[in-house]
């Protein structure tokens, strides 16, 4: 008996070692498959978009609208770096613009200043218009 003993032993370290083979093939296999399905779904873009903070799509949307060649480069770049875990925080519109203006290119932004007036927001111009005639009735 000693001897179907031993040879059972054996048949089951032998069947062990392949069922732990599959589950570790069944492990990788799907650890590959994920990743790939993450790039060919997400877009450079998009996985920048999900990084960035205040202001920072309206940004990223001007430089696209100004220099498209260029910031495609950096949001391809940039992209490479959040994949990587280089870049794990969040990006402002201050930070981007930052950025883009390092490399060189000077993306302008709209600008808009508001003062209060009698409780409200009134933009600059317009009460820079309405201030001569006020001074008028004066």
């Not at 001897?3 to 069944?26: H, P």
């Not at 877009?43 to 100004?66: C, M, T």
């Not at 770096?81 to 950025?99: C, H």
């Not at 993306?107 to 009134?122: S, Y």
Request: aromatic share 2%; net charge negative.
């Amino acid at each position: 008996m000693s001897e179907e003993d031993s040879e059972l032993e054996r048949l089951k370290a032998k069947r062990l070692a392949e069922m732990q083979k599959n589950i570790s093939t069944k492990k990788e296999v799907s650890s590959n498959s994920e990743p790939q399905k993450k790039t060919v779904s997400e877009s450079p873009r998009d996985s920048l978009i999900k990084i960035l903070g205040f202001r920072g799509l309206e940004v990223l949307e001007n430089a696209e609208s100004q220099f498209p060649n260029e910031t495609k480069m950096i949001v391809e770049k940039l992209s490479e770096l959040i994949k990587t875990g280089e870049i794990n925080e969040s990006i402002d519109g201050g930070k981007l613009l930052t950025l883009f203006r390092s490399v060189g290119l000077n993306v302008r932004m709209a600008t808009k200043i508001n003062i209060e007036q009698d409780g409200k927001f009134v933009s600059l111009s317009d009460k820079l218009s309405n201030q001569p005639s006020n001074d008028g009735d004066e």
